[in-house]
């Protein structure tokens, strides 16, 4: 999602509930109904409780039945009934779906392949995780060169027996002596922070807590680093609790926590975050500040070498997003979207900061500008072109010096490094071709595969091509489409359609082996690219938020109506999946148009649009959403809210709803109440699942053993409610 909701990929995590009077009120079992294509064998819906909870909101009373479920398991033991019921059902329900197993098979196989993440350099050593293949948690390695053997550094996997102990942010010293790096335990946010020695594989004393959303920036000298962290959460549910006053820290080595440095802070403005980094040439911190999710930032800057010197604020202005790239001496080098939605580079003399001595150096073209990294004394640049990747190298005089070439239409990543690193290396992935580690010689512009995936399918069996269709209002949207070659266009193709839409983070061409699974067993993969991401700039964003959230629905609605006159597929036969703000999508696109859709898949989605700025960090996507105390994003959040809008005497399509009970990002909750609201209203006979994972959250950092098993389930509810004959497993 975005710097506060992604996964994670991405991907790119949040507080208060409130209690609610419960006096008097019985208990009322939903209605008995058989699930689809199982006459025999009725669904029972647990029992779930309607209590009389009424908000206002401007003059409009909005009942809240189900605000019991925003408890948490550990403080409501009515809830945590509530969920084992719920598991036991969809347990049962699964279970006898006679191709999960399969399924199952399948993917563990398919799983089983060494992946690697872009190593980064410092100190002469390379760093970089991987992953045998069915390892829970990827292990982070460390080598001298970078043909030469590696040793473990940090295997997080025996920090747990069920293996829900992630690393979830690292960084070597300067001289690549020392490692600073965060754990998260099942699926939360929260972090603790530590030193590691490189040589000896041991951890010093230095422990920091109640850190999210943050990484670390070392000083030259190795003798500390920069962190943000939030204060301790005083009497407050850890997973419920807003989170609001980060603050910029600096940690001295061998120092307890209680006394790191304040650096910066703003009691004035309780909604504002921090990210320091050090500078290549150790000179400056460079403060990037934002506000919530929102995808513009301030830059303000402290320099290293003046003791006691004030931070300065350069970009002091919430206009535009500006990234740091670099710095020569006092000149700095952004990529910014200021009075150009799809990116530029500027630069920008600290001794003449105002805007009009501005330089540009590398000016917008059609493609979106939505990375640059600085190696080799060269500007790196990702561009998206209708929404994969092209990557152009750039002097810092802004002269295009050659196109890295890439091997077909996917998406490349990485390029880590610094200014005066020879070499960086990249990732490179499409729909059916695994990630793979390229080194690139900055010096010579020569490409080489470092490590490359070996697995047992055969990508040559299925094709990839991009379509554009017009939305409700004309607008054209583009959508990949992944089948095995020869599908034939006569509407019966079993179909996923996927999107996201939200918080200007572009959905570019992804490898992922529940989708080749998919794939192998006749399935087409469909991709929109829909508005409120970032594939077009922020034009493109900011054309699906706020008041202009609909436009997202209209977009995937549209890409299933596209899907089913050109007789790719048929509305018993489509599948609509997405998580977290997708998951919105999925949640508003199936109670827009019930009718559309043969199945729903809403993972770890926003649900309640009245209640989703209560908890943790729901208060950031404000800026993407709209508040409800605003009259007018009230009324637009109320016409779309997922939770709000399912109406009673309505055949709703399959449903299988996922969450995680330590999701402190999109709280459960959201997920609970939609799912006992739409047991409640389901007129028709398909089934309203719900499969709540223990000890796993958002998503990041679950085991891969989790992940199996859910997406086994995930498929083989498909197979099971679009009538799909199973082929090729």
Same mark, same amino acid.
């Given at each position: 999602?975005?710097?506060?909701?992604?996964?994670?990929?991405?991907?790119?995590?949040?507080?208060?509930?409130?209690t609610?009077?419960?006096?008097?009120?019985?208990?009322a079992?939903v209605?008995?109904r058989?699930?689809?294509?199982?006459?025999?064998t009725?669904?029972?819906?647990?029992?779930?409780?309607k209590?009389?909870?009424?908000?206002?909101?401007h %003059?409009?009373?909005?009942?809240d039945?189900?605000r019991w479920?925003?408890a948490?398991?550990?403080?409501?033991?009515?809830?945590?009934?509530?969920?084992?019921a719920q598991?036991?059902?969809?347990?049962?329900?699964?279970?006898q779906?006679? &191709?999960?197993?399969?399924?199952?098979?399948?993917?563990?196989?398919?799983?089983d392949?060494e992946?690697?993440n872009?190593?980064i350099?410092?100190?002469?050593?390379?760093?970089?995780?991987?992953?045998?293949?069915?390892?829970?948690?990827d292990?982070?390695?460390?080598a001298?060169?970078?043909?030469?053997?590696?040793?473990?550094l940090l295997?997080?996997?025996?920090?747990s027996e069920?293996?829900v102990?992630?690393?979830?942010?690292?960084?070597?010293?300067?001289?690549g002596k020392l490692?600073a790096?965060?754990?998260q335990?099942?699926?939360?946010?929260w972090?603790?922070?530590?030193? !590691? +020695?490189?040589d000896?594989?041991?951890?010093?004393?230095d422990?920091?807590?109640?850190?999210k959303?943050?990484?670390?920036?070392w000083?030259?000298?190795g003798?500390g680093f920069?962190?943000?962290?939030?204060?301790?959460?005083?009497?407050e549910?850890?997973?419920?609790?807003l989170?609001?006053?980060?603050?910029?820290?600096?940690?001295?080595?061998?120092?307890?926590?209680?006394? /790191?440095?304040?650096?910066? +802070?703003r009691?004035d403005?309780?909604?504002?975050?921090?990210?320091g980094?050090?500078?290549d040439?150790?000179?400056?911190?460079i403060?990037?500040?934002?506000?919530?999710?929102?995808?513009?930032?301030l830059?303000?800057y402290?320099?290293?070498?003046?003791?006691?010197?004030?931070?300065?604020?350069?970009?002091?202005i919430?206009?535009?997003?500006?990234d740091?790239?670099?710095? /020569? %001496?006092?000149?700095?080098?952004?990529?910014?979207?200021?009075?150009?939605?799809?990116? !530029?580079?500027?630069?920008?003399?600290?001794e003449?900061?105002?805007r009009?001595?501005?330089? +540009?150096?590398?000016?917008?073209?059609?493609?979106?500008?939505?990375?640059v990294?600085?190696?080799?004394?060269?500007?790196?640049a !990702?561009?998206l072109n /209708?929404?994969?990747?092209k990557?152009a190298?750039?002097?810092?005089?802004?002269?295009?010096?050659?196109?890295i070439?890439?091997?077909?239409?996917?998406?490349?990543?990485?390029?880590f490094?610094?200014? &005066?690193?020879?070499?960086?290396f990249?990732?490179?992935?499409?729909?059916?071709?695994?990630?793979t580690?390229?080194?690139?010689?900055?010096?010579s512009?020569?490409?080489?595969?470092?490590?490359?995936?070996?697995?047992s399918?055969?990508?040559?069996?299925?094709e990839?091509?991009?379509?554009?269709?017009?939305?409700k209002?004309?607008?054209?949207v583009?959508?990949f489409?992944?089948?095995?070659?020869?599908?034939?266009?006569?509407g019966?193709?079993?179909?996923?359609?996927?999107?996201?839409?939200?918080?200007?983070?572009?959905?570019?061409?992804?490898?992922?082996v529940s989708?080749?699974?998919?794939?192998?067993?006749?399935?087409?993969l469909?991709?929109?690219?829909?508005?409120?991401?970032g594939?077009?700039?922020?034009?493109w964003?900011?054309a699906g938020?706020?008041?202009k959230?609909q436009?997202?629905?209209?977009?995937f609605i549209?890409a299933?109506?596209?899907?089913?006159a050109?007789?790719?597929?048929s509305?018993p036969?489509l599948?609509?999946?997405? %998580?977290s703000?997708g998951?919105?999508?999925?949640g508003?696109?199936?109670t827009q148009?019930?009718?559309?859709?043969?199945?729903?898949?809403?993972s770890?989605?926003?649900?309640?649009?009245?209640?989703?700025?209560?908890f943790?960090?729901?208060?950031a996507?404000?800026?993407?959403y709209?508040?409800?105390?605003n009259?007018?994003e009230?009324?637009?959040?109320?016409?779309?809210?997922?939770?709000?809008?399912?109406?009673?005497?309505?055949?709703?399509?399959?449903t299988?709803?996922t969450?995680?009970?330590?999701d402190?990002?999109?709280v459960?909750?959201?997920?609970f109440?939609?799912?006992a !609201?739409?047991?409640?209203?389901?007129?028709?006979?398909?089934?309203?699942?719900?499969?709540?994972?223990?000890?796993?959250?958002?998503?990041?950092?679950?085991?891969?053993?989790k992940?199996?098993?859910?997406?086994?389930?995930?498929?083989a509810f498909?197979?099971?409610?679009?009538d799909?004959?199973?082929?090729?497993?």
């Amino acid at each position: 999602m975005s710097f506060w909701m992604r996964t994670a990929e991405f991907d790119s995590r949040w507080r208060v509930w409130a209690t609610t009077t419960l006096f008097g009120l019985a208990l009322a079992a939903v209605a008995v109904r058989p699930a689809a294509g199982d006459g025999e064998t009725p669904l029972k819906y647990p029992a779930a409780r309607k209590a009389e909870v009424t908000d206002t909101f401007h %003059g409009t009373s909005v009942p809240d039945p189900y605000r019991w479920l925003e408890a948490t398991p550990e403080d409501g033991p009515e809830v945590r009934t509530w969920i084992e019921a719920q598991n036991k059902l969809t347990g049962n329900y699964l279970a006898q779906i006679q &191709d999960r197993g399969k399924i199952f098979v399948r993917l563990s196989k398919l799983w089983d392949y060494e992946r690697y993440n872009p190593p980064i350099k410092r100190g002469g050593r390379y760093f970089f995780t991987k992953n045998d293949g069915l390892q829970n948690q990827d292990v982070l390695h460390w080598a001298e060169t970078i043909s030469g053997p590696s040793k473990v550094l940090l295997d997080p996997n025996p920090l747990s027996e069920e293996g829900v102990v992630s690393l979830r942010g690292w960084a070597p010293s300067e001289d690549g002596k020392l490692l600073a790096y965060g754990l998260q335990a099942k699926g939360s946010d929260w972090m603790e922070w530590r030193v !590691r +020695e490189v040589d000896t594989g041991k951890d010093r004393a230095d422990l920091l807590k109640w850190v999210k959303f943050s990484g670390a920036s070392w000083t030259k000298d190795g003798e500390g680093f920069f962190y943000s962290r939030y204060d301790e959460p005083k009497g407050e549910d850890q997973l419920q609790a807003l989170n609001y006053f980060q603050k910029l820290y600096y940690h001295k080595l061998g120092t307890p926590q209680s006394e /790191d440095r304040l650096i910066y +802070e703003r009691k004035d403005h309780k909604d504002w975050n921090f990210s320091g980094s050090v500078t290549d040439d150790g000179r400056y911190l460079i403060i990037s500040v934002g506000k919530g999710t929102e995808r513009k930032n301030l830059v303000f800057y402290k320099d290293l070498e003046q003791e006691d010197s004030p931070i300065v604020e350069l970009i002091p202005i919430f206009d535009a997003v500006y990234d740091f790239i670099d710095n /020569d %001496g006092k000149k700095f080098y952004f990529r910014t979207d200021f009075q150009c939605p799809r990116g !530029r580079v500027v630069a920008v003399d600290i001794e003449r900061p105002d805007r009009d001595h501005w330089s +540009e150096v590398v000016p917008q073209v059609t493609a979106t500008l939505n990375a640059v990294s600085s190696v080799g004394g060269k500007m790196i640049a !990702r561009y998206l072109n /209708d929404a994969h990747s092209k990557v152009a190298v750039f002097s810092f005089q802004g002269q295009l010096e050659s196109m890295i070439e890439l091997p077909e239409m996917g998406t490349a990543g990485g390029f880590f490094g610094q200014k &005066d690193d020879p070499e960086t290396f990249y990732s490179f992935e499409s729909f059916t071709t695994p990630k793979t580690i390229y080194r690139y010689d900055a010096s010579s512009g020569q490409t080489v595969v470092f490590r490359r995936p070996m697995m047992s399918i055969d990508s040559a069996i299925f094709e990839t091509k991009q379509v554009f269709y017009k939305s409700k209002d004309g607008t054209q949207v583009p959508m990949f489409l992944t089948y095995k070659k020869g599908l034939a266009t006569n509407g019966q193709n079993p179909t996923l359609l996927y999107g996201y839409g939200g918080f200007d983070i572009p959905i570019t061409p992804f490898f992922s082996v529940s989708s080749v699974v998919w794939l192998e067993m006749g399935g087409m993969l469909a991709v929109a690219n829909i508005r409120g991401g970032g594939e077009y700039g922020s034009d493109w964003h900011e054309a699906g938020m706020k008041l202009k959230k609909q436009n997202c629905f209209d977009d995937f609605i549209a890409a299933a109506e596209w899907l089913i006159a050109n007789k790719y597929t048929s509305a018993p036969k489509l599948a609509i999946t997405g %998580g977290s703000n997708g998951g919105l999508l999925v949640g508003a696109s199936m109670t827009q148009r019930p009718d559309l859709f043969g199945a729903a898949l809403p993972s770890v989605g926003v649900l309640d649009m009245l209640r989703f700025n209560k908890f943790t960090i729901g208060w950031a996507w404000e800026s993407d959403y709209g508040s409800p105390e605003n009259p007018e994003e009230f009324k637009a959040l109320f016409a779309y809210s997922p939770y709000h809008n399912l109406k009673p005497g309505t055949a709703y399509p399959a449903t299988l709803i996922t969450t995680g009970d330590h999701d402190d990002r999109v709280v459960p909750a959201h997920s609970f109440k939609f799912a006992a !609201r739409l047991q409640e209203m389901q007129s028709g006979s398909e089934p309203v699942l719900i499969r709540i994972e223990t000890s796993a959250g958002h998503g990041a950092g679950k085991p891969t053993r989790k992940i199996i098993e859910e997406t086994a389930d995930r498929l083989a509810f498909l197979v099971k409610n679009l009538d799909m004959k199973v082929r090729g497993l």
